[in-house]
């Protein structure tokens, strides 16, 4: 990954571009009143020259600059930062898919640098897993590690299913969900010895 591609510097360049386009406007703003009030001066009693007089008099030049690049400088970083904080999301709900269900759709994210690689990164792990699931034995020991991750996930997510069943019935549920935890454990036992016996 480039390091100009970091969220950092992201965030880098939206601030310096937020800061440009907004002295930007304020100057093409400050140019507009000037040739206004120069065109209405003449004119007694035109709203536009009480307006800016009281304006000037009340809060002055330099406060009213400041309060208008402000607000021009945060609207549009808040504008410029939504793709970030969308495709942040974006991942969280895939991350979070991933660790309750096991299983996600493709997670897709404008941004590039490392948000695009970690949306990358859970994309294959869910290609590699996926055709997998559910394989038989004999099928799954063409690739050992795949295996081996996915019936470890299969243990641990059966286990934190038990810690977050509501014992009931004598906590039939949750001895269902460890019996189903023990079963698959004994399956990767006997996977993994038949792998050593072959090795």
Request: charged share 20%; glycine share 6%.
């Amino acid at each position: 990954m480039h390091k100009l591609q970091t969220i950092r510097i992201h965030y880098l360049y939206i601030f310096i571009g937020s800061a440009l386009l907004s002295a930007a406007f304020l100057f093409v703003v400050q140019r507009g009143v000037a040739l206004l009030y120069a065109h209405y001066s003449g004119q007694s009693g035109a709203f536009f020259v009480r307006l800016t007089h009281w304006v000037i008099n009340h809060i002055g030049k330099i406060p009213c600059a400041v309060i208008l690049f402000v607000l021009l400088f945060s609207g549009l970083f808040i504008l410029r930062s939504q793709k970030i904080s969308d495709d942040l999301h974006t991942v969280l709900v895939g991350t979070s898919e991933l660790a309750d269900k096991g299983a996600t759709k493709e997670i897709k994210v404008l941004s590039g640098g490392e948000l695009g690689q970690i949306a990358a990164n859970l994309n294959r792990m869910q290609r590699i897993e996926v055709p997998n699931r559910g394989l038989a034995p004999e099928t799954m020991q063409d690739t050992p590690a795949v295996a081996l991750l996915i019936r470890t996930r299969a243990i641990l997510r059966t286990l934190r299913e038990v810690e977050e069943a509501d014992i009931t019935d004598d906590g039939a549920e949750a001895h269902a969900l460890l019996e189903a935890a023990n079963v698959e454990a004994r399956s990767m036992e006997r996977f993994l010895e038949n792998l050593i016996v072959e090795s």
